[in-house]
């Protein structure tokens, strides 16, 4: 049975330094191959522990999720020719499709993008 939580964090504590193996076999992050020899799951180990320490790795699936799982920074750099671009990741959270269209707002160092026809709420 592989340790997780406050359980991983003291076993850890418990082997100090030690070579990189030997915390992922102590704790109980291992298989066994087809053939009967047992392998090492580092990646399973190393996502329990940084679980354990406080670090949300995120389930993939929630909105604000890119692709594979990894979150959106919602800040959107200026390209070198000058244009700003808006990611899939981020029109699939606004359900857009190809072909809709915008309006463009621009206020003192702010750009808002409303949809076509529609009423603008804030002003």
Do not use: C, W
């Amino acid at each position: 049975m592989a340790l997780t939580g406050s359980d991983l964090l003291a076993r850890i504590k418990e082997i100090g330094d030690a070579s990189k193996s030997n915390p992922v076999l102590a704790a109980g992050y291992l298989s066994t191959k087809k053939d009967g020899r047992e392998r090492l799951n580092f990646t399973a180990f190393y996502e329990a522990l940084l679980e354990a320490k406080g670090v949300s790795l995120g389930d993939g699936g929630a909105n604000g999720k890119g692709k594979a799982g990894r979150s959106l920074s919602y800040v959107a750099p200026v390209q070198g020719n000058g244009n700003l671009l808006v990611g899939k990741a981020y029109t699939s959270l606004l359900d857009l499709n190809p072909g809709d269209e915008f309006e463009i707002k621009h206020g003192r160092k702010q750009i808002r993008l409303l949809p076509a026809g529609g009423a603008d709420e804030e002003e």
